[in-house]
């Protein structure tokens, strides 16, 4: 008896496809907690900022606002330099499933022995354990140079973006860059 063409129906494979549908959905809905790019880059919105103060409070709020576009660049920039060096791409690529799991694509905060672990305290670790396991790798200079290069972009870009048109929730509370509903 054949059974070509037929939808198995044993658990794996149904466990196996909600897997998929599950991390699909997570895709599609998890880069969606990043601001819109359109946002990020509207031009009535850049200008030099009137003093130093002026622009540590503009740093301040857009890397708060923008933190998940500000890690994509970085992540962008360092990913093109590595393309020449093929052990620290390969690295990177399996250094980015972490990011992806652990920063991009949560839907609630990453909990360790049922104490929250704060978002900003994951982006640094993932940051730090990515620069560290790059360096063994043996391409220093150019990871230095890139992960310096992806700042001053992102530098750049939160001195000169306004801050006064940005959309800040003052119902909720910043959590760890997880919007919680203030209780009334």
């Not at 310096?148 to 801050?163: D, F, M, Q, S």
Request: proline fraction near 3%.
């Amino acid at each position: 008896m054949t059974t070509y063409g037929t939808v198995p129906t044993s658990p794996v494979a149904g466990s196996n496809i909600e897997f998929l549908t599950r991390a699909t959905e997570r895709v599609k809905t998890g880069l969606g907690t990043r601001r819109p790019w359109k946002e990020m880059f509207k031009l009535a919105s850049f200008n030099f900022p009137q003093g130093v103060s002026e622009a540590v409070s503009r740093i301040k709020t857009n890397v708060g606002y923008f933190r998940m576009n500000y890690a994509i660049i970085v992540l962008l920039v360092l990913f093109l330099s590595l393309l020449w060096n093929p052990i620290s791409l390969i690295v990177f690529t399996v250094l980015m499933a972490a990011w992806l799991f652990l920063y991009f694509l949560r839907d609630e905060p990453l909990t360790v022995c049922h104490s929250v672990i704060d978002d900003r305290l994951v982006l640094a670790f993932l940051s730090i354990g990515t620069i560290v396991l790059l360096m063994l790798t043996g391409a220093t200079l150019n990871i230095v140079l890139s992960i310096l290069g992806g700042l001053v972009l992102v530098l750049i870009h939160a001195v000169l973006r306004k801050t006064d048109d940005l959309f800040l929730d003052e119902e909720g509370l910043e959590a760890g860059g997880y919007l919680v509903a203030s209780s009334s």
